[in-house]
């Protein structure tokens, strides 16, 4: 049973910075893809980004590259979202998800139908 916490949110101007936080309780030793979607009204969720426990290797959604990054502190079971140039049309409640890593795969899939694990949201609101 994996707890997902998020933090961080709030509201900023456009091409302002937010860093969103999502700790992680009962973790067991098995490897978990963990990734960050959003959700605004009235559209369906969405992958931002994610990380795998195999390799590190990230995958992001294409209108966030080069503005958002995404990371983990394994030590402190912290999974992070640092979003930068940030834009009106990035505002969603944001969440944190995580799933079983697949054994022999190096990569984590941005379908949120693929994830179990899913955090309560933390609201992003850009404003122009």
């Known amino acids: 049973q994996v707890q997902l916490v998020e933090s961080g949110g709030g509201s900023v101007q456009a091409g302002g910075s937010l860093r969103l936080s999502c700790a992680a309780f009962g973790y067991t030793y098995i490897t978990y893809c963990m990734g960050w979607f959003r959700q605004a009204p009235g559209k369906e969720r969405e992958g931002v980004a994610a990380?795998?426990?195999?390799?590190?290797?990230?995958n992001y959604e294409e209108s966030v590259k080069g503005r958002f990054t995404i990371s983990k502190d394994n030590a402190k079971n912290t999974l992070y979202l640092q979003m930068n140039s940030l834009k009106p049309e990035d505002t969603a409640m944001y969440y944190c998800a995580a799933v079983p890593q697949v054994f022999g795969r190096r990569w984590c899939t941005l379908e949120a139908n693929e994830y179990n694990y899913w955090g309560q949201g933390t609201q992003v609101t850009v404003s122009s």
């Open positions: 990380i795998d426990s195999v390799v590190g290797s990230t």
